[in-house]
């Protein structure tokens, strides 16, 4: 026997005691696997039932195989849904990303009264959801809402907000940008504070200017920490519900209707489930070829 | 001159950190100020901002008109029921999946982060009526999982994998079961990940609406819930709608305050390592 063989039986001899000394830790995770097959998994699989069923909730189904994704693909309020999805999602992501980093790099400076600052900056981040977007909402007001009295005070016309087909996702945008922006800002901060000095000093003995010292040294040491606040925010953005919700239930008419909105009124104010489950496996697949797509652009990032 | 330049550059700087936190503290404040005037000033034009005098009424309407006290106990079971069960379970699951280092299975959980919650809603809601759960809060406590448990797991993976492991070897030697090990070695020491995991899943257990605004019942909404349908029900009364707003998310805001650099890490570890 070969010293090479000799050595591969060992490693693999120590691979599988690793493997057995690894696998008495099963059990610890056995009450956790319960519980995701049960709430997570079990859905996912009773969804792609579903969706194979003309099933009306508390009414009759009837099995029609593709039909429901078949009918998806032609029906024009799906397809509306689908692009405003995009157009909210895109704005909810490049304006939070530009306004976090902007922050984080702000918060990465020295300053008095930081921590209260900082604190303040990421409490909408925690705060209820729907109680904030109550509160949107009185403000949105066109007559007697705060914030038309403010433009007037800066000399702007007042608006419509989410009053109007043109403004509406423009507006709930908005309040994203203000619930979601602090997440972004601390992922980035996270970032800034891990990054080494030395550069800097090179750079500034080489006589580098802040702006080409920022593109040059800190843009690219904290490009994979922005790409993590990238993932995270399209993700996020991609799931909003509750504000809109809460402020325009996909109205006025179905102008601010995403995909999310579409979604809960076919299943549970239409009850039509069976669609609904169609809609369900194609946002999925819609999720998940995003964030394969985002994770590959993660590990291009890591290279380079 | 150069004295003047770090001036002006110091006051450009103040401004734009205001700007960054004016918009926190207007919709806070605004709030507030809605919460504590009455109807009259509430729909005054120009605004009123500082309410003269203030008023306790609003949040005395809130309590005797609503079963607010009901759901916020309802709530309060929830969200607790749901951060205990998923403690429970995930710590110990975080540990053995940080020991076999199984990022493959891991990588499941992934995917409740990923999708909406809305998406579980169906199966689960035609699960409930089936099993004719629906009226009670044990459908609400056990959605809530959907959030609480992955939560859990992500930030006690990403926590015991920071510890050292040679004071559980040493037991383990000395003849503990792993079971003991994990027990007495290092549950203690991951104290400080529990306290992360314990106040980031509360939270969005607590502020979590889709689930509850299915399934819930007139007698088992949750806050939230409740509060939107105080919205729809009432067009114009700003008063006690801010109150009630207020007060749902008050407790979150001020766990917020008390336990900002737990949530921030929990918040940025769970996010780095997460994706």
Same mark, same amino acid.
Request: charged letters at 10%.
């Given at each position: 026997?070969s010293?090479?063989?000799?050595?591969?039986?060992?490693?693999?001899?120590?691979a599988?005691?690793?493997?057995n000394?690894?696998?008495?830790?099963?059990?610890?995770?056995?009450p956790?696997?319960v519980?995701?097959?049960a709430?997570?998994?079990?859905?996912?699989?009773?969804?792609?039932?579903?969706?194979?069923?003309?099933?009306?909730?508390?009414?009759?189904?009837?099995?029609?195989?593709?039909?429901?994704?078949e009918?998806?693909?032609?029906d024009?309020?799906?397809g509306?849904?689908?692009?405003r999805?995009?157009?909210?999602?895109?704005?909810?992501?490049?304006?939070p990303?530009?306004?976090?980093l902007?922050?984080a790099?702000s918060f990465?400076?020295?300053f008095?009264?930081?921590g209260?600052?900082?604190?303040?900056?990421?409490l909408?981040?925690m705060?209820?959801?729907?109680?904030v977007?109550?509160?949107?909402?009185?403000?949105?007001?066109?007559?007697?809402?705060?914030?038309?009295?403010l433009?007037v005070q800066?000399?702007?016309?007042?608006?419509?907000w989410?009053?109007?087909?043109?403004t509406?996702?423009?507006?709930?945008?908005?309040?994203?940008?203000?619930?979601w922006?602090?997440?972004?800002?601390?992922?980035?901060?996270?970032?800034l504070?891990?990054?080494?000095?030395?550069?800097?000093?090179?750079?500034?003995?080489d006589?580098?200017s802040?702006?080409?010292?920022?593109?040059?040294?800190?843009?690219?040491?904290?490009?994979p920490?922005?790409?993590?606040?990238?993932?995270?925010r399209?993700?996020?953005?991609l799931?909003?519900f509750?504000?809109?919700?809460?402020?325009?239930?996909?109205?006025?008419?179905?102008?601010?209707?995403?995909?999310?909105?579409?979604?809960?009124?076919?299943a549970?104010?239409?009850?039509?489930?069976?669609y609904?489950?169609?809609?369900?496996m194609?946002?999925?697949?819609?999720?998940?070829?995003?964030?394969?797509?985002?994770?590959w652009?993660?590990?291009?990032?890591?290279?380079? | 001159?150069?004295?003047?330049?770090?001036?002006a550059?110091n006051?450009?700087?103040?401004?734009a950190?205001?700007?960054?936190?004016?918009p926190?503290i207007?919709?806070?404040?605004?709030?507030?100020?809605?919460?504590?005037k009455?109807?009259?000033?509430?729909?005054?034009?120009p605004?009123?901002?500082?309410?003269?005098?203030p008023?306790l009424?609003?949040?005395?309407?809130?309590?005797?008109? $609503?079963?607010?006290?009901?759901?916020?106990?309802?709530?309060?079971?929830?969200?607790?029921?749901?951060?205990?069960?998923a403690?429970v379970? =995930?710590?110990?699951?975080?540990?053995?999946?940080?020991?076999?280092?199984a990022?493959?299975?891991?990588?499941?959980?992934?995917?409740?982060r990923?999708t909406?919650?809305?998406?579980?809603l169906?199966?689960?809601?035609?699960?409930?009526?089936?099993?004719?759960?629906?009226?009670t809060?044990?459908?609400?406590?056990?959605?809530?999982?959907?959030?609480?448990?992955?939560?859990?797991?992500w930030?006690m993976?990403?926590?015991?994998?920071?510890?050292?492991?040679?004071?559980?070897?040493?037991a383990?030697?000395? =003849?503990a079961?792993?079971?003991?090990?994990?027990?007495?070695?290092?549950?203690?020491l991951?104290?400080?990940?529990?306290?992360?995991?314990?106040?980031?899943?509360?939270?969005?257990?607590?502020n979590?609406?889709?689930f509850?605004?299915?399934?819930?019942g007139?007698?088992?909404?949750?806050?939230?819930?409740?509060?939107? $349908?105080?919205?729809?029900?009432?067009?114009?009364?700003?008063?006690?709608?801010?109150?009630a707003?207020?007060?749902?998310?008050?407790?979150?805001?001020?766990?917020?305050?008390?336990?900002?650099?737990?949530?921030?890490?929990?918040l940025?570890?769970?996010?780095?390592? =997460?994706?």
């Amino acid at each position: 026997m070969s010293q090479a063989t000799a050595a591969s039986v060992a490693g693999r001899a120590a691979a599988k005691r690793r493997r057995n000394y690894a696998r008495r830790y099963v059990w610890f995770v056995v009450p956790a696997a319960v519980v995701i097959i049960a709430v997570i998994l079990f859905p996912w699989i009773f969804t792609i039932y579903v969706s194979a069923f003309d099933w009306r909730l508390g009414g009759e189904r009837r099995w029609v195989g593709f039909a429901n994704y078949e009918q998806l693909f032609t029906d024009a309020r799906f397809g509306w849904a689908v692009l405003r999805t995009i157009f909210y999602t895109s704005l909810a992501v490049v304006l939070p990303m530009l306004l976090g980093l902007a922050a984080a790099l702000s918060f990465n400076r020295k300053f008095p009264l930081r921590g209260l600052a900082r604190t303040i900056f990421i409490l909408p981040m925690m705060a209820t959801p729907v109680a904030v977007a109550l509160v949107w909402t009185m403000m949105f007001h066109p007559q007697l809402g705060v914030l038309n009295w403010l433009l007037v005070q800066f000399g702007l016309p007042p608006s419509l907000w989410v009053y109007s087909a043109d403004t509406v996702i423009p507006t709930l945008v908005l309040v994203e940008v203000w619930h979601w922006t602090p997440l972004v800002m601390l992922l980035i901060l996270g970032g800034l504070a891990s990054l080494p000095i030395d550069p800097y000093e090179a750079a500034k003995i080489d006589g580098a200017s802040p702006w080409q010292a920022f593109r040059y040294i800190t843009l690219p040491l904290l490009a994979p920490f922005i790409v993590v606040a990238l993932i995270i925010r399209t993700i996020d953005a991609l799931k909003a519900f509750d504000t809109i919700y809460v402020i325009t239930q996909g109205g006025p008419g179905q102008a601010s209707e995403t995909i999310n909105i579409f979604l809960y009124l076919q299943a549970f104010a239409f009850y039509n489930v069976g669609y609904a489950s169609a809609v369900v496996m194609v946002f999925f697949i819609l999720i998940m070829a995003l964030a394969a797509l985002l994770l590959w652009t993660r590990e291009r990032v890591r290279m380079t | 001159m150069r004295k003047l330049r770090r001036l002006a550059e110091n006051i450009g700087f103040g401004l734009a950190v205001f700007v960054l936190i004016a918009p926190a503290i207007l919709v806070f404040l605004w709030m507030l100020s809605l919460s504590l005037k009455n109807e009259l000033d509430n729909t005054a034009w120009p605004p009123v901002f500082i309410p003269n005098p203030p008023t306790l009424n609003n949040y005395r309407d809130v309590f005797a008109r $609503n079963d607010f006290v009901l759901y916020a106990w309802n709530s309060i079971i929830v969200s607790f029921g749901a951060t205990l069960l998923a403690l429970v379970i =995930g710590v110990p699951a975080g540990y053995g999946i940080a020991k076999m280092r199984a990022m493959r299975a891991a990588a499941l959980i992934l995917i409740a982060r990923i999708t909406p919650g809305l998406s579980y809603l169906i199966p689960l809601f035609l699960l409930f009526q089936w099993l004719e759960m629906t009226g009670t809060l044990w459908p609400i406590v056990i959605t809530h999982l959907v959030i609480t448990v992955p939560i859990v797991v992500w930030v006690m993976i990403s926590f015991f994998e920071g510890l050292p492991t040679e004071l559980e070897e040493a037991a383990l030697v000395d =003849g503990a079961t792993i079971w003991q090990a994990f027990r007495h070695v290092a549950l203690p020491l991951a104290r400080p990940g529990i306290t992360v995991a314990t106040i980031l899943a509360f939270i969005f257990s607590w502020n979590n609406f889709v689930f509850a605004m299915v399934l819930a019942g007139r007698e088992t909404r949750t806050l939230p819930v409740a509060v939107n $349908n105080m919205l729809t029900f009432e067009q114009i009364s700003w008063g006690p709608l801010s109150a009630a707003a207020l007060l749902v998310t008050l407790p979150v805001l001020l766990l917020t305050l008390l336990a900002q650099k737990q949530i921030v890490a929990g918040l940025t570890a769970g996010g780095v390592k =997460g994706v």
